[in-house]
């Protein structure tokens, strides 16, 4: 399938989320597609991660504490979002933060051609930050790795109108540093 074609529906995803965003509203985040494009992958892979993920529940990735320290909603809201389960936290008036449980998507199966990635840490595990996902500036991924055929991606964003990747990064990795002692 052409790539362009299968990239198409998260790229709308990620324009409306940032829209929602843009008047003081809550946007939401959403993971990244699986197009059969490849990344760099880091050494430390587990084996078998994505059995015990298929029984995790992303919004049990976070306790009630660690939400309100992030400055999030709580409680989250489950979702399935690009065939992930997820569940969204809310900022009020400033985005959001989202997480997705890949059971079957390791880095190599998460498409970031073209992107602004580079290799990071989530806690001892090998993770990848994806900054400015799609170009919008107000987005940021940490995928974590889990094994070579699982990953969790944490994404956050800002209002739509917001430049400050930086900000949305800092979410996104302090999110990732709670959910990764978590992880199988």
């Known amino acids: 399938m ?12 990620l324009l409306a989320a940032a829209a929602c965003s843009g008047n003081g509203a809550s946007g939401t985040p959403t993971p990244a597609p699986n197009s059969g494009g490849t990344t760099t992958s880091t050494t430390g892979s587990t084996v078998g991660g994505g059995d015990a993920l298929a029984d ?34 809310n900022v009020s008036g400033n ?3 989202l997480a997705a449980v890949n059971p079957t998507q390791g880095f190599a ?5 073209g992107e602004k990635t580079s290799p990071t840490k989530a806690g001892d595990r090998d993770a990848i930050l994806v900054e400015a996902h799609a170009g919008a500036q107000n987005i940021c991924h940490v995928v974590i790795e889990v094994s070579d055929s699982s990953s969790v991606q944490v994404i956050a964003n800002l209002t739509a109108s917001s430049t400050d990747t ?19």
Do not use: F, H
């Not at 930086?166 to 199988?184: G, M, S, Y």
């Open 109 to 113: 199966d998460l498409n970031y051609e």
């Open 95 to 97: 985005g959001g933060l």
């Open 56 to 89: 995790l529940k992303p919004c049990d990735l976070l306790t009630s504490g660690e939400v309100t320290r992030l400055g999030l909603s709580n409680p989250g809201e489950a979702d399935r979002v690009g065939g992930a389960e997820a569940c969204r936290w």
């Open 2 to 13: 052409n790539r362009a074609l299968t990239r198409l529906p998260i790229a709308l995803a």
């Open 166 to 184: 930086a900000a949305a990064c800092k979410r996104a990795t302090d999110a990732a540093e709670l959910i990764a002692p978590k992880l199988p």
